[in-house]
């Protein structure tokens, strides 16, 4: 092989080197498993809720990590089970407080599941917001390793309410409906805006009042709309009917005309 035909293959050895480096850069490193059981979507402000995540594939990045966890929750308590291959309990630990780390994930132990079980009360509302629905953590699990290496497991959110605010809730998103069904009348789109600034600061009786006004404007401009077709739909119909009668008194007219020709 001459010195060109070398140079050439020590170029394209090095490129296809720097190109599995860049590849293996970009692939993503392989992630714990996790399946969500028993997760509520929402939980009313003072009332206790429990969160389940099973985290599976456990040993696809290291085989002994630290789980670590928090939550928006208040007076919370965390259990975490490890689960062996057969489904037997290997161990169990438990953590008091919104935040917890160090429960060990080791292959040694031949613990296949972790299973996380988070309860606590929905704290209270800090800021209303109609689209999206206030909302809180309902848990963050995170990997970590000594020396700082953490990567997300988990973050979920559950909507949080009162029953002040569930109700104003209910009078929007029925009046929302009424107005998507009106095609979106411009007084109906007014009071509608008006009852969301009300919800989100707050003041759910003017919520209501302004859902429930904004309803009766969808509603009567769907009304008037459904007046004004059949209007159009009989004045449709007297003129089909006008010009049938005129084709019938035309046809027997000719035909009459005819008749005295022949006579």
């Not at 630990?93 to 606590?120: C, L, M, P």
């Not at 995170?142 to 997300?152: F, H, I, L, P």
């Amino acid at each position: 092989m001459t010195r060109t035909n070398l140079s050439r293959c020590s170029r394209l050895t090095a490129v296809l080197a720097v190109f599995a480096l860049l590849l293996a850069a970009a692939a993503p490193a392989a992630a714990v498993s996790v399946g969500q059981t028993d997760v509520p979507e929402e939980g009313e402000v003072g009332s206790q809720v429990t969160a389940t995540v099973t985290l599976t594939e456990l040993y696809d990045t290291y085989e002994t990590w630290q789980l670590a966890g928090s939550t928006g929750l208040q007076d919370v308590t965390w259990t975490v089970t490890f689960v062996n291959q057969a489904g037997n309990q290997v161990r169990q630990e438990s953590f008091d407080g919104q935040n917890f780390s160090g429960a060990t994930v080791d292959i040694n132990e031949g613990t296949a599941e972790v299973r996380v079980r988070v309860t606590g009360t929905v704290p209270e509302i800090e800021e209303y917001s109609y689209d999206p629905q206030q909302s809180f953590t309902l848990f963050a699990l995170d990997q970590t390793r000594e020396g700082g290496t953490s990567n997300a497991l988990s973050n979920v959110s559950a909507a949080q309410y009162t029953a002040e605010s569930q109700e104003a809730r209910e009078a929007l998103e029925s009046a929302r409906a009424a107005i998507d069904a009106a095609g979106n009348p411009e007084t109906a789109e007014t009071s509608f805006a008006s009852a969301v600034d009300a919800y989100e600061a707050g003041n759910f009786d003017n919520a209501i009042s302004n859902a429930e006004r904004a309803e009766t404007e969808a509603n009567q401009a769907e009304s008037s709309q459904q007046q004004t077709q059949l209007i159009i739909y009989g004045v449709a119909a007297v003129v089909v009917l006008a010009l049938v009668a005129g084709g019938v008194f035309l046809f027997l007219r000719s035909r009459d005309s005819g008749y005295d020709k022949l006579g």
